[in-house]
């Protein structure tokens, strides 16, 4: 299938076309899973359902009802489920060569070199680009490992609301305590200070008297974090060693798709030049067009020392982790940091036929267009629903919060996605207090897939939101 093939050819249906879910084949299948899988499975809790075939922004279950998808395995089919401009590649390699460990293939070095042209700022052509193992939190790891290497301080800094992962390095810097219960100690002088969130009580008047950034953006939420931020550095009794870097996603993805107000992430790069310390963006969630750039860094123009990315980077969910990072940080020798999958050469190509198809089909442009047009949708649905109390994100990364009297109610996102699933439409949740609805759909979702999502979604936010009021 050629690269030209429209978005609009690469799903399943326009709509979803649902009986009533869970059918009988997905309730027979999630019950055979719970004999024998791990009780660590935690999505099919969730929703009951079990897929059996996707394409672009649909999915079918093994009852044969077809779903929108709005949240693409997690952000990581953004050029859509089956892309066949994308399969055409991965399949041809797959029947050549899979494993290479790090020997060259035209694939990896193809890779390397056309991502290396999208990173942001002066990273583009100024960076390397290492694989230590095939998902986000590895990148994570080789992120500690590089920071640790070249600054010889071996404390963390990150943020509450912050999600990195889960090894036991990208553990530490992951902030929600439900993840971590159980599994300390984990890597000292890892500190959490505040990300910039309106929705929590914040300083008012004059931020600019202690704001530490030389462009203060006069938001309160950020003066207080850049505040935290310094302090941790600057502090004689800050409590520890100044931290190797800070590591900050700069849109928060699993904290409730939280944007962060103009000058936080330039005020971040001036207090890490100024105590010689990494800047790391995890550009995991946000990263290959997913906010409408090619990486979120993109919208604020500032660059990070090194960027961390995994999820959609393999075009077809082939899992790839990596870590960019300017060249004067090569310091490490060879074996500095491996693992046995350092790249996976269908994943290179899944890759490399991403990027094509992004860019042929100018889906950055795109996404930016459907995000709007969701978010509108919200903007419009929260005349009537007063529970909707924030409409957030970029490109097609959407979040949505729901508060009552000031608290978060999440029971009612709980049951709102659970009855977007039983209309047909695939949506997930998010934040601190798991009061959140996050969109991620793929990049390709078509603008009527868009209008008949919202259509579905706005039906059951208004429904379950009257059924809650009662
Ligand atoms: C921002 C961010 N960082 C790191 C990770 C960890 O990636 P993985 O689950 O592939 O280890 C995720 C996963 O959701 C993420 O969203």
Same mark, same amino acid.
């Given at each position: 299938?050629?690269?030209?093939?429209?978005?609009?050819?690469?799903?399943?249906?326009?709509?979803?076309?649902?009986?009533?879910?869970?059918?009988?084949?997905?309730?027979?299948?999630?019950?055979?899973?719970?004999?024998?899988?791990?009780?660590?499975?935690?999505?099919?809790?969730?929703?009951?359902?079990?897929?059996?075939?996707?394409?672009?922004?649909?999915?079918?279950?093994?009852?044969?009802?077809?779903?929108?998808?709005?949240?693409?395995?997690?952000?990581?089919?953004?050029?859509?489920?089956?892309?066949?401009?994308?399969?055409?590649?991965?399949?041809?390699?797959?029947?050549?060569?899979?494993?290479?460990?790090?020997?060259?293939?035209?694939?990896?070095?193809?890779?390397?070199?056309?991502?290396?042209?999208?990173?942001?700022?002066?990273?583009?052509?100024?960076?390397?680009?290492?694989?230590?193992?095939?998902?986000?939190?590895?990148?994570?790891?080789?992120?500690?490992?590089?920071?640790?290497?070249?600054?010889?301080?071996?404390?963390?800094?990150?943020?509450?609301?912050?999600?990195?992962?889960?090894?036991?390095?990208?553990?530490?810097?992951?902030?929600?305590?439900?993840?971590?219960?159980?599994?300390?100690?984990?890597?000292?002088?890892?500190?959490?200070?505040?990300?910039?969130?309106?929705?929590?009580?914040?300083?008012?008047?004059?931020?600019?008297?202690?704001?530490?950034?030389?462009?203060?953006?006069?938001?309160?939420?950020?003066?207080?974090?850049?505040?935290?931020?310094?302090?941790?550095?600057?502090?004689?009794?800050?409590?520890?060693?100044?931290p190797a870097a800070i590591w900050v996603e700069?849109?928060?993805?699993?904290?409730?798709?939280?944007?962060?107000?103009?000058?936080?992430?330039?005020?971040?790069?001036?207090?890490?030049?100024?105590?010689?310390?990494?800047?790391?963006?995890?550009?995991?969630?946000?990263?290959?067009? +997913?906010?409408?750039?090619? !990486? /979120?860094?993109?919208?604020? $123009? %500032?660059?990070?020392?090194?960027?961390?990315?995994? @999820? *959609?980077?393999?075009?077809?969910?082939?899992?790839?982790?990596?870590?960019?990072?300017?060249?004067?940080?090569?310091?490490?020798?060879?074996?500095?940091?491996?693992?046995?999958?350092?790249?996976?050469?269908?994943?290179?190509?899944?890759?490399?036929?991403?990027?094509?198809?992004?860019?042929?089909?100018?889906?950055?442009?795109?996404?930016?267009?459907?995000?709007? +047009?969701?978010?509108?949708? !919200? /903007?419009?649905?929260?005349? $009537? %629903?007063?529970?909707?109390?924030?409409?957030?994100? @970029? *490109?097609?990364?959407?979040?949505?919060?729901?508060?009552?009297?000031?608290?978060?109610?999440?029971d009612l996102v709980e049951e709102i996605q659970?009855?977007?699933?039983?209309?047909?439409?695939?949506?997930?949740?998010?934040?601190?207090?798991?009061?959140?609805?996050?969109?991620?759909?793929?990049?390709?979702?078509?603008?009527?897939?868009?209008?008949?999502?919202?259509?579905?979604?706005?039906?059951?936010?208004?429904?379950?939101?009257?059924d809650h009021r009662e």
């Amino acid at each position: 299938m050629p690269v030209e093939t429209p978005i609009e050819e690469l799903h399943i249906s326009e709509e979803p076309a649902v009986d009533d879910v869970p059918g009988p084949d997905t309730e027979a299948l999630i019950a055979r899973q719970r004999e024998v899988d791990s009780g660590a499975v935690a999505y099919p809790r969730r929703l009951p359902f079990a897929p059996e075939e996707a394409r672009g922004a649909t999915i079918r279950d093994v009852d044969g009802n077809v779903f929108l998808d709005f949240f693409a395995g997690i952000g990581v089919l953004n050029v859509g489920h089956s892309n066949p401009h994308v399969l055409e590649g991965v399949h041809e390699q797959i029947d050549k060569l899979t494993h290479t460990v790090d020997f060259p293939t035209e694939a990896r070095v193809e890779f390397i070199e056309r991502l290396g042209e999208r990173l942001p700022g002066d990273l583009a052509g100024n960076s390397k680009i290492v694989f230590g193992g095939p998902s986000g939190s590895d990148a994570i790891e080789g992120s500690i490992k590089l920071a640790k290497h070249n600054t010889g301080r071996h404390g963390l800094l990150a943020f509450e609301g912050s999600y990195h992962g889960t090894t036991a390095g990208a553990l530490s810097l992951t902030a929600g305590k439900s993840y971590k219960e159980g599994y300390a100690p984990l890597l000292a002088d890892a500190v959490h200070v505040p990300f910039p969130y309106s929705m929590e009580a914040n300083p008012g008047g004059d931020v600019e008297a202690f704001c530490p950034a030389e462009n203060c953006c006069r938001e309160g939420s950020c003066a207080r974090a850049l505040d935290a931020v310094a302090r941790k550095f600057e502090g004689a009794y800050a409590g520890h060693e100044d931290p190797a870097a800070i590591w900050v996603e700069p849109i928060q993805g699993e904290g409730g798709v939280v944007v962060p107000p103009e000058g936080f992430l330039e005020g971040l790069r001036d207090i890490a030049d100024d105590n010689d310390a990494m800047l790391i963006f995890d550009e995991i969630q946000t990263g290959f067009g +997913r906010t409408g750039e090619w !990486f /979120a860094a993109d919208h604020w $123009d %500032v660059t990070p020392d090194a960027m961390t990315m995994a @999820k *959609g980077i393999g075009g077809s969910g082939l899992p790839v982790g990596a870590m960019a990072y300017h060249e004067e940080f090569d310091t490490w020798g060879p074996g500095g940091h491996v693992g046995t999958f350092r790249g996976n050469v269908p994943a290179f190509v899944g890759g490399i036929r991403a990027i094509e198809y992004v860019e042929e089909h100018d889906l950055l442009a795109h996404a930016r267009a459907m995000g709007e +047009r969701i978010r509108g949708r !919200f /903007a419009e649905l929260a005349e $009537d %629903v007063p529970e909707i109390v924030d409409v957030r994100g @970029k *490109g097609l990364f959407v979040g949505v919060e729901f508060r009552r009297d000031g608290e978060p109610t999440v029971d009612l996102v709980e049951e709102i996605q659970l009855e977007c699933f039983r209309r047909g439409v695939l949506v997930w949740y998010a934040g601190r207090e798991k009061n959140v609805l996050r969109l991620i759909p793929p990049l390709v979702v078509t603008e009527g897939q868009v209008d008949a999502g919202m259509d579905v979604i706005s039906g059951a936010v208004e429904d379950v939101a009257e059924d809650h009021r009662e």
